[in-house]
């Protein structure tokens, strides 16, 4: 079956980095648009970085210049390397898989920026 599995949250200073990564499994990874999303206590979850599965990325606004998402077809995964985090990216970061209608979510892992 499909599956989206998230690691590599964590508590970090301001200023600290993190990478996140997102194995999937059951499906062909490859020709998947996939995205990172995420949502902090009390908001709606947003979208973060998205890579095509020609490899095009886009990324929202407050994220440009310090996030960096890519993918490795060879290991089925997706990365987001956060660097310069701020307390204000504190949030549940979620992986998605997407192709036309068909979307699958992973469970996400929670990101915590605080000194």
């Known amino acids: 079956q499909v599956q989206l599995v998230e690691s590599g949250g964590g508590l970090v200073q301001p200023g600290g980095s993190l990478r996140l990564s997102c194995a999937a499994s059951g499906f062909t990874f490859s020709s998947y648009a996939m995205s990172w999303y995420r949502q902090a206590p009390g908001k709606e979850r947003e979208l973060v970085a998205s890579?095509?599965?020609?490899?095009?990325?886009n990324y929202k606004d407050s994220v440009k210049g310090r996030f960096t998402i890519s993918r490795d077809n060879a290991k089925n995964t997706v990365y987001l390397q956060m660097n310069s985090l701020k307390p204000e990216d504190t949030a549940v970061y979620y992986c998605?898989?997407?192709?036309?209608?068909?979307?699958?979510w992973g469970k996400g892992t929670l990101v915590t920026v605080s000194s």
């Open positions: 890579i095509t599965a020609t490899a095009s990325t």
């Open positions: 998605k898989a997407s192709r036309t209608s068909v979307a699958h």
